[in-house]
């Protein structure tokens, strides 16, 4: 299975300056976190290699990066919205 975040998007959350935090993620609900980590995983462009995986296995592919730490969740107060990326492009 391939790693959907070797490559990430270029986001604008690369720069704390900007007002941008990061959120532990088991800081919030379980209601709350799941939204996130559920469009995350459904965005287009987030590709999985050449195999299809259902929503419900992305999302349990995104839940286990986030707890191994491989993910970091910001918050851009704003744009008000939630992003992950993977935690080696987080400057902050």
């Given at each position: ?20 935090i ?24 987030t590709?999985?290699?050449?195999y ?41």
């Open positions: 299975m391939s790693d959907a975040f070797d490559n990430p998007p270029d986001y604008s959350f690369d720069d704390a300056e900007d007002g941008v990061e959120i532990p993620y088991q800081s919030l609900s379980a209601v709350a976190l799941a939204g996130i980590v559920e469009e995350f995983a459904s965005r287009d462009g590709d999985y290699g050449e299809e995986y259902s929503l419900s296995d992305k999302v349990t592919q995104v839940e286990k990066q986030l707890k191994a730490g491989h993910l970091t969740l910001l918050f851009d107060p704003v744009s008000e919205s939630c992003q992950l990326i993977n935690r080696r492009d987080w400057k902050g």
